[in-house]
C-alpha cells in the first residue's frame, strides 16, 4: 500500500525523522521529494511506485529498481549523485540520495529563454566530459550500463555534473546483457528494443543528449514511439543542425551496430572537443568487430589541454611534433577530416609513418623536456575516477589520456635508457614493491604500516612504488578500505602526466578481475587458451567468477586478461624508478645515503594459493624483459610464502591442495631457476612469443606461514615478512646480502631473526592518546565534586559578566528609558514636566488653573504613559488611543530580546572556552543564570504589585482634585485653591513617573521570563555538545594505536618494567603526571590559544563535529605529543636493551635467547645439506652498541658474525642458503599431495603447455 505523501509530515519508521517539504517531480515510475534529513539537511526522497509485497505486475518497477540499486550502491565518485539509503515501508521502496540545484534540462530552457539555441558549447562540453567520466566508470570497473542517460538524469550540483537515476542500471554478462523494457525510447540505443544490452548503449544516449543541448534538435524526430524505434533501428540520424566538426563524432556515436561506436564515452567527448579546436577527428570504416580491435588500429585523439595564449599554442604544437621535426607545428587538418585507419604499428601499408602515428599521440613515457620549454599551460586540471582498473576493456580509459592504443610493445614510445648505474656506502635503492595474490597484498599492506610508523609519512618516500593484484574483489575492497594507508603520489620523472594518468598510476591496488569463460574464448588479443590451460579447467569459471578459487591456472589467466594495462602501469613505475627526485626526497626525509639508482623488484607470493602462485613466474619475466629494455640489470628477489609442511594437511582437501599448489609452483620455480627449461610467453597476438632462458630471480627468500593465521599471536610471519623487506631496502643487511657470492645452484634463503624492538614512536602516540582522553575527560566531567569546587568561582565571574552584558535590572529599565528618550527628544520625566509647566505658570494666583487646563496635561501624559488600570478587570477602552511607550518600547523589548539572548550564549559559549571550566563551568553557569533570572523576576513581580497600587491610588486622587478643581470648592478637603492646584501638579507628576515605571515593569517582566526559560534550552544544547565531545573521543580511539601490538620474532624493550606498549604509556603519564601535578593548568591556556586560532573553539568543533570531528581528533593528539615527548627517552635500541636488562647476568641470557630464536628452521631431513651459516647483527653505534658487540662475540664465537651499524635497529638475522630441491615442500608429504591434485580436477600448475611433471633435479652440494 503506497504511503499518503504530505507536505510537513514526518516520514515513519525507519525513515522517522525525515520531514517531507515538497513534491520536486513526478514520472512513470515514482514521485521525488525534497525532504529534511534529521540534523536539518536536505536530501532528495524518490518514492517508487509499485508493492514489493506484492506479486503482481504492478511491483515490476520497485523490483527492478531495488535490483538496480543493489548493483550500484557501492559506487563513489565526484560525478555520481551519491546514494544516502533505501528503505521499504508497507511494500514501498524509498530511497534518499544527494538533493542537486537542477538538471540539464533545466540548463537548457534557462538558456533557450535567454535567446540561445542551446547551452552554450564549451560549458556543455565540461558537462559531457564529467557525465562520461562518470559513465565510463560504471562501464569499466563495475561493468553497468546506466541505460536512462537524458538531461533530466544528468543533475547540476555547484556547476558539476553528477549522474543519477539508476532505475534501469544493468550489469553486463561480459559484453552485453539482456533488458526488460522502461527505457525511454528518444534516447535509448537500437540494441535495447531487441532486448539486448551492450557497453555501447550510454554512449549512444549520451551522444543524443549533447546535440539535444546543444542546438535543441535531436538526431531523431519520431513523435511517437513506434517511429522512433524504427529511426533508432534504421533510420539515418539527422546531425545537420551540429557544427562540421561535431557531426561525423556524434554520427560515429549513433552507429547501429554498437561496436563500431567511440571505444567510451571519454573519447567521445574528447574528438568533440578535439573537433573545436580543429584537429584530427579519427572514424574507423565498419569493418571493425569489436572495440578492442578497434583500438588496435585506430590512433587515439590527443587529450584535450586548455591553451591560454600563444606561447602555450606554440609549445603545445612543439610536443605534437614528430621526431625531427624540430618543433614545427604540423601541417594544418580542417576540421572533422577523416582519416584511414593505422596500421598496429602506426605506419603505412607502405611503410611511411602515418599522420596519427607522428600527430597528437604523445607518450606516457615522454623523453625529457628540452631545456626552458614548459608545459604548464597545458594541463586543465579535473576531476578523475580514482578506480581500480579490472577488466580488459580498462586499457581504454587508459588510451583516453594517450597512454596507446596498440599491443604491448607499442603502447608507449621506445623507452628511455637507464641512466648509468651510480652506486654508494648507503643502503637505499629505488624499489618496487609488488604483492600477488590476498596474503602478498597484506605483506604490502604490513610493509606500509611499519614504513608509516617508522617515518610518519609514505609520501616522503616515492623512491618505493607499491603494486597489488587480486583476483579477489573482496580483497581488493578490504585494501581499500583498510584505514591508515593513504595514496602514494606518483612524483614527476621529467614527463607530465595527465590527471587521469596520474590517479590510474597512483592507486597501488589492482583487481585483475576473472571473467566467464565466453570472455577467453572470444578474445581479440589473448592467443588460445586451450593451448595452454589445463584441460576441462575453464569450466569451472562459471557464471559469476569472483577469485581464482585456489587454480594457479586462473592466477596466470587473469594476469595475461590484463596484461595491457598492468605492463602500462609497470612502465610507469621503471621510469618514476630511474628518476633522480624520488631518491633525493626519500634522502632528505630519512637521513640515509645511496647505495644504487637502478631499481630492484621485490615480489610476494603465497605460493599454497591460487592467483599470487598463478601469477609469481609470469610477471618476473615480464620484468626481466622490460629492465633489460632499459639497460638495467635485472635484480629480482622474491619473499614467497609456504603452508607448513605438516601431514595434517592431508586429511582436509583445502589445506591439501594448498600444500599441492606450493608443490607444483616449487617444480616450476625450480624448472626456471635451474636453466633445465626455457621459459617461453605469449602475451598478445599481434605480440608474438618471447623466450628466456636465464633464471627469473636474484634471490629466493621463504617464509612458512601457520595454516589458519586468525589471532594476533599466529601471525608474527606476516610482521617478519615486512621487518624482512625493511632489512633489505632500509639497512645494511641489504648491502650484505647483495654482495655475497651466488651458488651454482637453485638456492633458497631461509632466514630467521630475532629484534629488539624500542617502539618509541608507539609508546609516543599511546601515551598521547591516553593524554588525550584524559583531557577530554576532563572537560567533559560531571561529577558533584568539580560543580561544588566550581560554583563559587562561576558566581563570581558571572557577576562581573552580569553587569558588563548589562542584564541587571536596572541597566535594562535604563535601556527602556534610553530608547523612549531618545524617541521624544529629551528625558520623560522632563518631558513631563515640561508639560506641567503651562499649569505652573498660571499658580501663583491659581486664577486662571481650571479643570479643562488640568484635562488636558493629563489626556497628553496618558497618551505618553498609557492610561491606569483602575478595575481589576476592566474592559478595553478602544477610544484611548495606544500610548507612545507602548511602540517605543515593543522595539526595546526585540532589540533587548536579541541581547540578552546573544550575551547568554556568550555567557555560555566563554565558560566553554575557559581552561579549567568547561562543560561543568558552563552547566553551572547556566543554572546560576536561571536564579538570578529567578531572582530578579520576583522582585520585579513586586515592584510591579507596588506601582499598580500606587498609580491607581494617584488616578483616582488625582480625579477627585479635578472634580474639587471644576466646582471652585475644596469638596470637604479643606485645601485653599492654590493649595489644590499645587497638589494637581504634584499628583500629575508622580502619576507620569509611577505609570511610566509600571509600563516598563510590564515590558520588562516577560522578556526575564523568557530568558529564565530559554536556560533550559541552553543546557540541552549543552548536553548535545557533551554527546559530540563523546564522538570525538570515538574519533580519538579510532585514531589510536592498536591496544595489542602485532606479534613478532622478538621482545620490545619498554620502561618501567611493563610488559606491552598500554601499560608503558600509563607509566609513562602517571609519572608525568606525578612530576608535573599542575600540568593541565599550565598547558591548557596555551592549548585554548591554538584551538581558537585553528577551529575558533571547543563549541564551534562540538556543533560541526561530523565535519571537523577527525581533524580536531589528529590535531589533538598531535598537540598532546608534543607536551609528553620532551619526557619520553630519546636513547638508541642498545640504550634501551640495557636499560630493561641492568644486571649483566640478564643481558647475556636475553642475547642468548635472541642467538638461538633467529636460527631459521631448517627441514631434519636435509639439515646436512646446508651451507656455511651467515649471522649477522644490526646494532646502533655507540658505547652500548660496542658493548653488544663484545658480548655477542663472547657468546657464540662459533658464529661467523657480520656486525653492521644501523642507527636505530637492534636485529640478529641468521640465515641458511640450501638447495631449493631440499625444501620439505618437495619432498614425499608435498608429492603426495601434489600427485593427489594431478588425479583431481584440480590441475596443480598455472600452464598445461610446459613439462613441469618431470621431477626436479635434486642436487648435493660437495663440501
Known amino acids: 500500500m503506497p504511503l499518503r505523501l504530505v507536505s510537513q509530515e514526518e516520514l515513519p519508521a525507519p525513515l522517522s525523522g525525515y520531514r517531507l517539504i515538497e513534491r520536486l517531480g513526478r514520472g512513470g515510475f515514482g514521485e521525488v521529494w525534497k525532504v529534511e534529513a534529521p540534523g536539518g539537511l536536505y536530501k532528495a526522497a524518490k518514492f ?76 556543455l562540453l565540461r558537462y559531457m566530459e564529467e557525465a562520461a567520466e562518470a559513465i565510463d566508470l560504471m562501464n569499466i570497473h563495475y561493468q553497468i550500463q546506466h541505460l536512462d542517460i537524458k538531461p533530466q538524469n544528468l543533475f547540476l550540483v555547484a556547476n558539476h555534473v553528477k549522474v543519477g537515476d539508476f532505475g534501469l542500471a544493468k550489469l553486463l554478462d561480459g559484453m552485453s546483457a539482456t533488458v526488460t ?135 603545445l604544437a612543439t610536443r605534437m611534433a614528430p621526431p625531427g621535426a624540430g618543433g614545427n607545428p604540423p601541417e594544418a587538418v580542417p576540421p572533422g577530416t577523416v582519416q584511414p585507419p593505422a596500421s598496429p604499428a602506426g605506419r603505412s601499408a607502405s611503410g611511411v609513418p602515418s599522420a596519427a602515428s607522428s600527430v597528437g599521440v604523445p607518450s606516457p613515457v615522454a623523453s625529457p623536456r628540452a631545456p626552458g620549454s614548459s608545459t604548464a599551460a597545458l594541463i586543465t586540471p579535473r576531476l578523475v575516477t580514482p578506480s581500480t582498473l579490472t577488466t580488459s576493456q580498462s586499457v581504454t580509459r587508459l588510451r583516453q589520456d594517450g597512454l596507446g592504443s596498440g599491443p604491448p610493445s607499442q603502447l608507449v614510445n621506445a623507452p628511455r635508457s637507464a641512466p648509468p648505474e651510480r652506486t654508494g656506502s648507503g643502503v637505499l635503492i629505488p624499489a618496487g614493491i609488488i604483492g600477488l595474490g590476498t596474503n602478498g597484498l597484506r605483506v604490502v599492506e604490513a610493509f606500509q604500516s611499519l614504513l608509516q610508523q617508522r617515518y610518519s609519512d609514505l609520501r616522503q618516500l616515492p623512491h618505493l612504488r607499491w603494486l597489488g593484484i587480486d583476483t579477489d574483489p573482496q580483497a581488493i575492497s578490504s585494501t581499500l578500505s583498510s584505514p591508515a594507508l593513504p595514496v602514494v603520489p606518483t612524483p614527476s620523472p621529467g614527463t607530465t602526466a595527465t590527471p587521469t594518468q596520474s590517479v590510474l598510476m597512483d592507486n597501488p591496488w589492482f583487481l585483475a578481475r576473472l571473467q566467464r569463460p565466453a570472455h577467453y574464448l572470444q578474445h581479440p588479443h589473448l ?39 598492468l605492463l602500462l602501469r609497470l612502465r610507469r613505475e621503471l621510469d618514476i624508478l630511474l628518476s633522480d627526485q624520488p631518491l633525493q626526497q626519500a634522502a632528505a626525509h630519512t637521513g640515509l645515503t645511496l647505495r644504487s639508482n637502478h631499481p630492484h623488484f ?11 602462485s598463478g601469477m609469481f613466474l609470469e610477471l618476473a619475466y615480464w620484468l626481466r624483459r622490460e629492465l633489460r629494455r632499459l639497460g638495467c640489470q635485472p635484480r629480482l ?55 628466456d632462458s636465464e633464471p627469473p630471480f636474484t634471490s629466493l627468500h621463504f617464509l612458512v606461514r601457520p595454516l589458519h593465521s586468525s589471532s594476533p599471536q599466529q601471525q608474527s610471519w606476516l610482521t617478519d615478512a615486512a621487518y624482512l623487506l625493511f632489512l633489505h631496502l632500509f639497512t645494511p643487511l641489504g648491502r650484505y646480502l647483495q654482495e655475497l657470492p ?34 577530554l575527560q576532563r572537560w567533559n566531567a560531571q561529577d558533584s565534586a568539580t560543580y561544588e569546587a566550581l560554583r563559587p568561582l562561576v558566581a563570581g565571574w558571572l557577576e562581573q559578566q552580569w553587569s558588563h552584558h548589562g542584564l541587571t535590572t536596572e541597566q535594562l529599565v535604563a535601556a527602556f528609558r534610553h530608547d523612549l528618550t531618545l524617541h521624544l527628544g529629551d528625558d520623560p ?34 497618551r505618553l504613559v498609557g492610561k491606569p488600570q483602575v478595575d481589576p478587570q476592566p474592559e478595553a477602552d478602544l477610544r484611548f488611543p495606544q500610548p507612545i511607550c507602548d511602540s517605543v518600547f515593543a522595539a526595546t523589548y526585540e532589540r533587548l530580546l536579541r541581547e540578552c539572548d546573544a550575551a547568554l550564549s556568550v555567557l555560555a559559549v566563554q565558560m566553554l572556552e575557559m581552561p579549567g571550566y568547561r562543560f561543568a563551568g558552563a552547566e553551572e553557569a547556566l543554572r546560576q543564570i536561571e536564579q538570578r533570572w529567578d531572582v530578579q523576576i520576583a522582585a ?77 534550552e541552553f543546557l540541552r544544547d549543552l548536553a548535545l555538545c557533551r554527546q559530540a565531545l563523546r564522538q570525538l573521543g570515538e574519533q580519538l580511539d579510532r585514531l589510536s594505536p592498536a591496544s595489542t601490538a602485532p606479534a613478532m620474532t622478538g621482545r620490545r624493550l619498554l620502561p618501567y618494567g611493563a610488559t606491552d606498549v598500554p601499560t608503558a604509556a600509563d607509566r609513562l603519564l602517571q609519572q608525568l603526571l606525578t612530576q608535573q601535578p599542575a600540568l593541565f593548568d599550565s598547558w591548557e591556556p596555551r592549548l585554548q590559544q591554538a584551538l581558537q586560532r585553528k577551529f575558533r573553539g571547543l563549541g564551534n568543533v562540538c556543533l560541526k563535529v561530523a565535519a571537523k570531528g577527525a581533524d580536531f581528533a589528529a590535531w589533538l593528539l598531535e598537540q598532546c605529543r608534543a607536551v609528553i615527548d620532551p619526557h619520553l627517552p630519546r636513547h638508541d635500541p642498545a640504550a634501551a636493551f640495557f636499560e630493561c636488562f641492568p644486571p649483566p647476568e640478564m643481558a647475556e641470557n636475553a642475547l642468548r635467547e635472541a642467538v638461538d630464536e633467529a636460527a631459521p628452521d631448517l627441514p631434519a631431513a636435509h639439515s646436512e645439506l646446508a651451507s656455511t651459516p651467515r649471522a649477522v647483527a644490526l646494532l646502533p653505534s655507540g658505547q652500548a652498541g660496542e658493548r653488544l658487540r663484545q658480548i655477542l662475540t663472547d657468546l657464540r664465537p662459533d658464529l661467523p658474525w657480520h656486525l653492521l651499524t644501523a642507527a636505530e635497529d637492534l636485529c640478529l638475522y641468521r640465515e641458511e642458503e640450501i638447495p631449493l630441491t631440499a625444501l620439505p615442500h618437495l619432498g614425499p608429504l608435498g608429492q603426495q599431495a601434489y600427485e593427489q591434485l594431478l588425479a583431481s580436477d584440480h590441475p596443480p600448475h598455472s600452464r598445461a603447455d610446459v613439462p613441469w611433471t618431470q621431477p626436479p633435479n635434486a642436487f648435493v652440494p660437495t663440501a
Open 48 to 123: 517508487v511506485f509499485g508493492d514489493l509485497q506484492g506479486s503482481d505486475e504492478q511491483s515490476r518497477p520497485a523490483e527492478q529498481e531495488l535490483k538496480a540499486l543493489r548493483r550500484v550502491r557501492e559506487i563513489r565518485h565526484p560525478y555520481v549523485l551519491s546514494l544516502e539509503r533505501f528503505d521499504t515501508i508497507e511494500g514501498q521502496l524509498i530511497i534518499v540520495m544527494e538533493l542537486a540545484d537542477r538538471n540539464l534540462w533545466d540548463r537548457f530552457r534557462e538558456c533557450r529563454a535567454r535567446g540561445l539555441g542551446g547551452i552554450p558549447r564549451g560549458e
Open 527 to 565: 592467443p588460445s587458451v586451450e593451448q595452454w590451460l589445463p584441460p576441462g579447467s575453464l569450466a569451472r569459471l562459471g557464471r559469476q567468477p569472483a577469485a581464482a578459487q585456489g587454480m594457479r591456472a586462473f592466477g596466470r589467466l587473469a594476469l595475461l586478461d590484463h596484461s595491457r594495462p
Open 829 to 862: 520625566d522632563r518631558y513631563c514636566d515640561a508639560l506641567l509647566q503651562s499649569l505652573r505658570t498660571h499658580t501663583p494666583s491659581a486664577s486662571k488653573v481650571d479643570a479643562f487646563a488640568v484635562c488636558q496635561v493629563l489626556d497628553q501624559i496618558l
Open 181 to 315: 523494457g522502461g527505457v525511454t525510447p528518444v534516447y535509448a540505443a537500437p540494441e535495447t528494443f531487441e532486448g539486448r544490452v551492450t557497453r555501447f548503449c550510454d554512449q549512444y544516449s549520451l551522444a543524443i543528449v549533447y546535440q539535444e543541448l546543444l542546438t535543441g534538435t535531436r538526431p531523431f524526430h519520431g513523435t511517437n514511439t513506434r517511429q522512433l524505434l524504427m529511426q533508432h533501428l534504421s533510420g539515418t540520424p539527422d546531425v545537420e543542425p551540429l557544427p562540421e566538426g561535431d557531426r561525423e563524432v556524434i554520427r560515429r556515436a549513433l552507429r547501429k551496430v554498437p561496436e563500431e561506436r567511440w571505444p567510451s564515452c571519454m573519447e567521445m567527448v574528447q574528438a568533440l572537443r578535439a573537433s573545436g579546436e580543429g584537429r584530427i577527428v579519427v572514424a574507423t570504416g565498419a569493418d571493425v568487430p569489436d572495440a578492442e580491435q578497434e583500438a588496435r588500429t585506430r590512433p587515439t585523439p590527443p587529450p584535450t589541454h586548455a591553451v591560454s595564449s600563444v606561447g602555450a599554442a606554440s609549445a
Open 602 to 612: 621485490f615480489l610476494i607470493a603465497d605460493l599454497g594459493g591460487g592467483s599470487g
Open 637 to 691: 628477489h622474491a619473499l614467497l610464502l609456504l603452508p607448513p609442511a605438516d601431514p595434517r594437511l592431508l586429511r582436509s582437501p583445502q589445506t591439501s591442495a594448498a600444500l599441492g599448489n606450493a608443490c607444483a609452483a616449487l617444480r616450476e620455480l625450480e624448472y626456471c631457476q635451474s636453466g633445465r627449461g626455457v621459459y617461453e610467453t605469449h602475451l598478445d597476438n599481434d605480440e608474438g612469443s618471447w623466450r
Open 742 to 775: 651466488r651458488p651454482a645452484f637453485p638456492s633458497a634463503h631461509l632466514a630467521g631473526l630475532y629484534r629488539f624492538d624500542w617502539p618509541r614512536r608507539e609508546l609516543l602516540d599511546a601515551a598521547a592518546h591516553r593524554l588525550a582522553r584524559l583531557l
Open 940 to 1016: 520585579l513581580e513586586q515592584t510591579h504589585q507596588d506601582l499598580q497600587r500606587q498609580v491607581r491610588q494617584l488616578y483616582q486622587r488625582l480625579l477627585h482634585l479635578i472634580a474639587q478643581l471644576e466646582q471652585g470648592g475644596t469638596l470637604g478637603l479643606g485645601l485653599r485653591r492654590s493649595a489644590l492646584v499645587q497638589e494637581i501638579l504634584e499628583s500629575l507628576r508622580l502619576l507620569s513617573q509611577r505609570q511610566l515605571q509600571c509600563r516598563i515593569v510590564e515590558r520588562l517582566l516577560p522578556l526575564l521570563r523568557h530568558q529564565r526559560d530559554a536556560a533550559p
